[in-house]
């Protein structure tokens, strides 16, 4: 009776083991692919930004010169954001500010383009873009914080890095 005893312990124990490290594998898992799925939603956001700006810019073209190199910009920035990193679209994101800002002080200096249904139409939509970035930007941030927290975290840690996974 007592080796039946131990054996039940050691199966249960074993068991509640295994149940563990799958449920902590599986939110890390979960986590990793709720950042880049959000990562995800950042570029598309970014993305239609660039769209919005590039409209913008020929809306504005009529009253103020834009260099060619202004489009090319803004077409090398929406190649490379589709599959740009964190970092990259940290460096995407300064370089498109930049341009919508070239903008927004054409706008300015000519009333008749500041009143322009089409110009502020597109305004409105690039501040709800922005809006956009910024939801994704603080769940992607959010969700790599509890991810890093676990990887940081015994036993989680041990579990993450048994199944080759690390710190975002």
Known sequence: MDILLVVSV???????SVFYFFSVY??????????DATLSQTRVAMKKRLDMIEQLVEAVKSYAKFEKDT???????????????????????????GILGNIIAVAENYPALKTSETVTSLMTSVKDIEDEI?????????????????MDTIPSR?????????KK
């Open 10 to 16: 050691l199966i249960i124990i074993f068991l509640v």
């Open 26 to 35: 599986n939110r890390l898992k979960s986590l990793r692919n709720a950042a």
């Open 71 to 97: 489009f090319e910009k803004i077409t090398s920035l929406r190649v490379n954001v589709g599959k740009a990193g964190t970092e990259e679209l940290k460096k995407i994101d300064v370089e498109s500010r």
């Open 134 to 150: 910024a939801r994704h930007r603080y769940t992607y941030n959010n969700i790599i914080q509890e991810y890093n927290t676990m």
């Open 158 to 166: 041990f579990i993450g890095r048994s199944v080759g996974m690390s």
